[in-house]
């Protein structure tokens, strides 16, 4: 049965431009524009593509005249947001922000559903022509284009008003390539499908023996935004970031071009793909990664909080003695450590130890605990903590166990951002690291999630695979923050707008200024971080800016904050439009 329904207008609202033209000439053309394709010419794509072209109806459509529905609604209203909702969908996306209230489950029936910045239309990509198609028609139609995965970029780069969308979930093969020969790599190797999740590729790389770099939430799609922007993971201590391991890009370029990326064919691509960001460069069909035998592993956990110290005073004072002695165990024993620290409580939810044992791992943390139970008042024992020791002689079956069930519901409330701590950050000044970590959720409004981490160890066992643009400064960092705003969708939406404004212009400044010189992780941060360019891909970003232009001159690929992405600029209607700039 074909998916492509034209009737979804008659269904839902689509915003019409009043003027029927766009604002300048080479302005992409989005829906009742002059310029906008006519059904016919939507019609012969969808034959072109064997009938898998989709028409966006939005899922929240239900809750909206004249589709309302009671029970869906109420029922879509519980799951709203959460990966499994969101990621079978062709259009839909996580970042609330980019949402805009246009069409969710939260507003009331009366007000029209209406398309806002969702993609247009999605093609169900199934093959690298799906791929070619969708890039002619969108060229020759002067519209905008996007690639569609999980949709979990903070950013919204995944979706886009007016768009045709290259939905990329259903490339989801993997293959297990026992030896992997090349000039730079000879040993075990996956090659997966672009729709892939960590997850899933974590799982099949264990039912084969191996380990690979995944991060910890088990729905990003590992070959999309997350190596394409790095990737961070429990294991990066050991191998390095999501990026450092990869061998083999397939991609296709905007021109059309079926072509793989090696450290040595089509080099600068694959080293722009290799963490320069998603979505940017080419469509990702496939990535082919190193993987590593698995092998003994512990994880720990704990918690405590302003009772269990005895105060708040001794919460902060805990948390900072926290930091001084997990630093050592990330730093010296490749250690990575995920916890998530609100003005009450710090949750230790997952320190994954590689090579340690229940027994090796309870010594480690000896040092850490005694200081928590001395130095605090509150007397912060093994007990109070509620330490938890586990071990496995398998990466995943621990990681399933024991974090997989708390990161699987992980979703992107409207306002985020994020920042490094380096390693000098601490060494400078600890004190005025954990005053502002205090200070961004001092009042209740924000909680900090942090992941511990250091790539560059002295138990990291390989090097990267090849030089890549793997950001500079996450080499340096220890902690990966992102502070995230509490949200209810009981609020209402100008709360969003306060809670922006008091991230990009109080928490975030404070947090700057007890970080010099320490960046964000460029997959994990707020769209309206100043000096994007620098802070989220540093000295990479001019050899990337070139090689943006020469796979992509015309600019097809756009996301928010992506490399080139300042030659765009969105007009009031959501229309993009040459900024000007270079
Ligand atoms: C709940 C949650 C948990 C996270 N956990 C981690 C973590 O543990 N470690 C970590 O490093 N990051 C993590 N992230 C950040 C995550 O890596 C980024 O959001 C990433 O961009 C998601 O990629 P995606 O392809 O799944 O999502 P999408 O939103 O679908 O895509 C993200 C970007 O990649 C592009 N893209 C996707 N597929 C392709 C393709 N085939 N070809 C070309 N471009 C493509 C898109 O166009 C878009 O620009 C997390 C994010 C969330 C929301």
Redesign the pocket.
């Known amino acids: 049965m074909s998916l492509f329904i034209l009737s979804v207008f008659s269904l839902i609202t689509v915003v019409v431009d009043a003027t029927l033209g766009s604002t300048h000439a080479s302005c992409r053309n989005i829906p009742g524009d002059a310029g906008w394709p006519a059904p016919s010419a939507w019609n012969q794509l969808n034959q072109t593509l064997d009938g898998r072209l989709i028409a966006t109806i939005p899922l929240a459509h239900v809750c909206h005249e004249p589709t309302y529905s009671g029970t869906e609604c109420t029922n879509l209203q519980h799951a709203w947001d959460t990966p499994e909702i969101m990621i079978p969908q062709p259009a839909e996306?996580?970042a609330s922000w980019f949402q805009n209230q246009s069409c969710t489950p939260f507003t009331d029936e009366s007000t029209q559903c209406e398309l806002g910045n969702y993609a247009s239309y999605s093609i169900n990509v199934s093959s690298p022509s799906d791929v070619v198609s969708g890039l002619a028609f969108a060229q020759e139609q002067n519209i905008r284009l996007?690639?569609?995965?999980?949709?979990?970029?903070?950013y919204g780069?995944?979706t886009g008003k007016g768009a045709l969308s290259l939905w990329?979930h259903n490339l989801d093969s993997k293959q297990i390539i026992p030896s992997y020969n090349s000039s730079h790599y000879n040993g075990p190797a996956v090659k997966i499908g672009?729709g892939v999740s960590g997850g899933d590729a974590a799982a099949f790389a264990s039912q084969h023996g191996y380990r690979i770099v995944a991060?910890?939430?088990p729905t990003?799609?590992l070959?999309?935004?997350?190596t394409?922007?790095?990737?961070?993971?429990y294991l990066t201590g050991l191998y390095g970031f999501g990026a450092d391991n990869v061998l083999e890009w397939e991609v296709v370029t905007t021109d059309g071009k079926h072509v793989v990326a090696t450290p040595t064919q089509n080099s600068d691509l694959y080293w722009a793909l290799s963490g320069g960001g998603?979505?940017t460069y080419g469509?990702?069909i496939s990535m082919t990664s190193r993987v590593f035998p698995d092998g003994q592993i512990a994880i720990s956990t704990m918690t405590f909080n302003v009772t269990t110290a005895g105060g708040v005073e001794e919460f902060w004072d805990a948390v900072k003695v926290f930091h001084t002695y997990l630093q050592p165990l990330v730093d010296d024993h490749g250690m990575v450590a995920e916890y998530l620290i609100s003005n009450e409580t710090l949750d230790l939810f997952g320190m994954m130890a590689p090579g340690f044992t229940r027994a090796s791992l309870t010594q480690a943390m000896d040092p850490m605990i005694a200081a928590l139970s001395k130095n605090v008042s509150g007397g912060l024992t093994a007990e109070k903590v509620n330490l938890t020791v586990a071990d496995g002689d398998g990466y995943y079956n621990l990681y399933a166990a024991i974090v997989e069930p708390l990161t699987l519901q992980?979703?992107?409330p409207p306002v985020n951002g994020g920042r490094f701590v380096s390693r000098e950050n601490m060494a400078a000044n600890a004190s005025a690291v954990n005053a502002a970590l205090r200070a961004a959720t001092a009042n209740g409004a924000f909680t900090v999630a942090v992941t511990a981490l250091n790539s560059e160890g002295p138990s990291r066992a390989v090097p990267a695979i090849a030089d890549n643009a793997m950001q500079p400064a996450f080499k340096d960092a220890f902690m990966s923050v992102i502070i995230t705003a509490d949200w209810s969708w009981e609020n209402s939406w100008a709360e969003a707008a306060v809670l922006q404004d008091e991230f990009i212009n109080v928490v975030l400044p404070n947090l700057e200024a007890a970080t010099p010189n320490a960046a964000a992780y460029n997959?994990?941060a707020n769209w309206q971080q100043p000096e994007w360019q620098q802070n989220f891909y540093g000295s990479t970003y001019d050899r990337l800016l070139s090689i943006k232009h020469t796979y992509d001159p015309n600019g097809t690929l756009y996301?928010l904050t992506?490399v080139g992405s300042e030659a765009w600029s969105q007009d009031a209607d959501g229309r993009l439009c040459p900024s000007g700039a270079v």
């Open positions: 996306f996580m996007v690639i569609k995965n999980t949709g979990h970029d903070f780069k995944s990329v672009a991060g910890s939430c990003v799609a070959a999309g935004g997350y394409q922007g790095g990737g961070h993971s998603g979505g469509f990702v992980d979703t992107i997959n994990e996301g992506a």
